[in-house]
């Protein structure tokens, strides 16, 4: 692809630095690419993810954003297409853990691995029985984690939310759903470390089915000056601003 202008290469030394920019920007459907390039802003092009020793993995993207001169000089890329394929395909990269042998000068090198088809894995996880989707969720992967929720919902929330590997901003879809039964939110509310962060606590005022037992806690749980705010959303039910309001008057 080094031929074709509209390729970029966005070379990693490592797994863990694969991890940082996927936590920093992949996630998010986005990348930055340091460096000169001849791209201009909205043309298409390739992105290829280059660990040390493995094929290239391949994104598509557009051009966004270009910075031509230091300092911070790079292509911001937006990642199209972006959808639940293109997702899954990259968190399974991402996780893929990598295998070493022993090199026989001493210590241990990388053994390069096919990527695993995250069609293969949707097909197989359609075809779980009850007892099998309750297992993968309690103990699988953040892909397979995702792959369960989309196909099964609210049959697996329950056995996500006890899956230690469960991520804030995957709790935090779950407590933002209409259909949630009242005992998962107690669940969630219940959690501390849940509770702590915004997403969570933004998803729990702004579902209906969060019982007015439960709002204290969760208010508390605010800044001083996110509380403030609270009764001037509209989106939240009016019983969360009244008991916000409530509270901060009482302060």
């Given amino acids: 692809m080094a031929e074709h202008a509209g390729d970029l290469l966005l070379p990693l030394a490592d797994r863990h630095a694969l991890r940082v920019e996927y936590e920093r920007n992949l996630r998010k459907g986005r990348a930055f690419v340091p460096g000169p390039s001849p791209l201009l802003e909205r043309q298409r092009c390739r992105l290829d993810l280059q660990l040390p020793g493995a094929p290239p993995f391949t994104l598509h993207a557009e051009v966004v954003y270009l910075k031509p001169d230091e300092p911070g000089q790079g292509v ?11 997702q899954a395909s990259l968190l399974a990269f ?35 029985t009850a007892i099998e989707q309750q297992r993968l969720a309690q103990h699988g992967s953040m892909q397979e984690r995702i792959l369960l929720e989309r196909t099964f919902g609210p049959a697996v929330w329950e056995a996500l939310l006890g899956n230690p590997r469960i991520t804030t901003p995957e709790v935090a879809r779950i407590a933002k759903k209409g259909s949630i039964p009242r005992p998962l939110i107690d669940t969630i509310a219940g959690n501390s470390a849940w509770l702590a962060t915004a997403e969570v606590q933004r998803a729990l005022l702004s579902n209906p089915r ?41 302060s």
């Fill in 76 to 86: 911001g890329l937006r990642l199209d297409p972006w959808g639940p394929e293109e």
């Fill in 94 to 128: 991402v996780e893929e853990p990598e295998r070493v042998q022993e090199d026989p000068l001493g210590g241990l090198i990388p053994v390069e691995e096919e990527p695993r088809s995250p069609l293969g894995l949707q097909e197989r996880v359609r075809r779980m």
């Fill in 210 to 250: 969060t019982g007015p037992h439960l709002l204290p806690r969760i208010l508390r749980s605010l800044s001083r000056a996110d509380l403030a705010l609270v009764p001037q959303q509209g989106s939240y039910p009016s019983a969360v601003r009244a008991a916000a309001k409530k509270m901060l008057q009482g």
